[in-house]
């Protein structure tokens, strides 16, 4: 990101401890400062902030210089009280003195003022002190909250700023009386400063909000607005319903309920086909006892090496089929031994499973009929 010099100039006039924003000017003000030098840390943390405040008796205070410590500007904004009369272009010219003597002369310039009193000068007067700024390649952000009688003498000045410019690097935002000084701030191109994203939409999904800033805060607005989607889709999904649901209310939801629960067991059962090589399942699991599912749980782990048995036989039968075809009764015994091996590898799983006792009675009486059966198809 780039480097940048900014002076941060606030309002401390006697306007501020109006309470048209929450809960007065002054305090919306700290806010909306705390906000920008937050931005402007986390776009480049080597970039430097200074203040300084535009209202006084006297003479107008620079309250820090240049640093990366964002901590210190935010403690010395707090010990500024509202004092004196507001004196825009006075401070505007100390901000550019400022800048004029920063450390990182490759930063670029930037001075971010607050205006929450009434301007004093006139058009030309600001005209003119833009034009200087403009030569000198400083920007200017300006955020007017609540005196609506500045907003055409800042906007004229704001305006000879990007004169002959192919990008504007200066902004104007102007907040009326009642709103969060901040939240318009947040969706603004001060905070953004990439030539006005946030007002044309080309900021985080229209946030003004850059995901490289603050990644978790993208992450966070992302699965919101995600989850808001798809709330106004259901919605949607909802209302088209709503015509059948005026003569039968209850049929619709039920009938989509079933609908639902039905492509979910039938997309488990395939699932459950799949991994058994293809074998249907002849119940649905909900209907299924204990017992069956065990048995089922049996069948599956099973059916790979049955399957690996089979391949290395047929395998074997390409290798030697005269072999095969001359000894029946041996192929008999070796299928006879290899239900014995069946058989071992059964009470091997029972074993190895977490949590099942192959001692069980249940489990047990299983086993004892699996054999039966087993015994039973050898018969001739």
Known sequence: ??????????????????????????????????LVCNAKTRSNPESNIALMSLAAKENLQVHSTFTTDVNRILSLLTQIQPNGDFKLLTGIKIAQLVLRHRQG????????????????????????????LRKNNVNVNIVNFGEEENVEKLQTFVSTLNQDREEPGSHFVNVPSGSKLSDALLQSPVITEDGGAAAGGGGFDGAGLDPNDDPELALALRVSMEEQRKAQQEAAGGGTEGGEMDTAPAVPVQSAGGAAADSEEALLQQALSLSMGGVPIEKDLSQMTEDEQIELALRMSMQPEASTAEDSGKAAGGSKPKDEAMDTSGGASAGGAEEEVDAEQLRAILESLPGVDPNDPQIREMIEKQAKEDAAKKKP
């Open 105 to 132: 002369k490759n930063h670029r310039q930037r001075i971010v003022v607050f205006v929450g009193s009434p301007v004093e000068e006139s058009e030309r007067e600001l005209v003119m002190v833009a034009k200087k």
């Open 1 to 34: 990101m780039v480097l940048e010099s900014t002076v941060i100039c606030v309002d401390n006039s006697e306007y501020m401890r109006n309470g048209d924003f929450v809960p007065t000017r002054m305090q919306a003000q700290h806010d909306a400062v705390q």
